[in-house]
């Protein structure tokens, strides 16, 4: 997977089986989708032995939710560490965005799509990605807040649908086109919330 926004997995032991089943998973359900990759795809890339497999996942439901939660903390930690490294300008999100954007294998944001395939069809799916959009708009606000105060948590809240804007609008090839929109609405939003 070249998904420059996640950050390195959080197994202790990336050979162990568990982590080769959720690395394969990962890639494959990003790829194909929640429902595009069956458990016998999963069990040969992953080169474990089926009950090695269900000993850890004992259903596949299982093993969505922990590439959800696993995908959650990386991205995450992945994107807190981009931003650690940049001036608290919203503009810069966009930037972050589209360099993730540009990617040979993006497919959008694997929390809308996970929604938007199976909704509260698997349990806890839907709760995942809430507490994914929760815990980056929490993120920006801390990160804009030397710079905006108590006016942070409004500002994220807003810029936060300009990025699912864009992270949808990239989904469909328009990633590169919306660079400079994104950047001019995210400086709108900050400009509203900067001025005195």
Known sequence: MSDTLLAPPDDPNPEGAR??????????????????????????ESGVAKMSFYRHFPAKDDLIRAYLEGRHRRWLAGFQARLAARPPELATVADILLAWAVEPDYRGCAFINAVAEVGEGIAGVAAIARAHKDDL????????????????????????????????????GEGELLADDGRWLLQRVEAEFGAE
């Open 19 to 44: 982590a080769r089943i959720l690395e394969t998973a990962s890639r494959l359900f990003y790829q194909h989708g929640l429902r595009g990759v069956g458990i016998d795809r999963i069990i040969a």
């Open 137 to 172: 708009q929490r993120l920006l606000a801390e990160w804009l807040a030397p710079r905006l105060g108590e006016r942070a948590p409004m500002a994220a809240r807003c810029a936060m649908v300009v990025v699912e804007g864009l992270i949808v609008r990239s989904q469909m």
